[in-house]
C-alpha cells in the first residue's frame, strides 16, 4: 500500500493507481512488482529549451563609466551646498 500511494503522489496519478488497485483487487492478481511495472517512468522527464533575448548591457555600461564633466557641473549646480541649510539639518 505505501508503495501505491509513493506512487500516486510523485506521479500525480491517484487516479489511475486507485482504480488498477481495484481492478487487482477484485482479480485477486495484485502484487508489487506488478503494480511498479505498470506505473514505471518509461520516458526521461525533457527540459524545454527556452528562447530568450538577452537585453542590452550598454546600459549598464553608462551606469559604471565615470560622468562627463559636464554631468559633474550639473550635478554640482542642482545640489548646490548652502551651509546655513546644513547647520539646520544636523
Keep these: 500500500m505505501t508503495e501505491a500511494l509513493y506512487i500516486a503522489a510523485k506521479q500525480d496519478k491517484e487516479h489511475?493507481?486507485?482504480t488498477y488497485l481495484a481492478e487487482q483487487l477484485q482479480a485477486k492478481t495484485l502484487t508489487l512488482i506488478g503494480l511498479q511495472q505498470q506505473f514505471r517512468f518509461t520516458?526521461?522527464?525533457e527540459i524545454p529549451?527556452?528562447?530568450?533575448q538577452q537585453h542590452s548591457l550598454q546600459d549598464y555600461d553608462q551606469l559604471?563609466?565615470?560622468?562627463?564633466p559636464d554631468e559633474c557641473h550639473r550635478?554640482?549646480?542642482?545640489?548646490?551646498?548652502?551651509p546655513e541649510q546644513a547647520d539646520k539639518q544636523q
Design 16 to 18: 489511475a493507481v486507485a
Design 43 to 45: 520516458t526521461q522527464l
Design 64 to 68: 559604471l563609466s565615470p560622468p562627463t
Design 49 to 52: 529549451i527556452l528562447q530568450t
Design 75 to 82: 550635478v554640482s549646480v542642482d545640489r548646490k551646498f548652502i
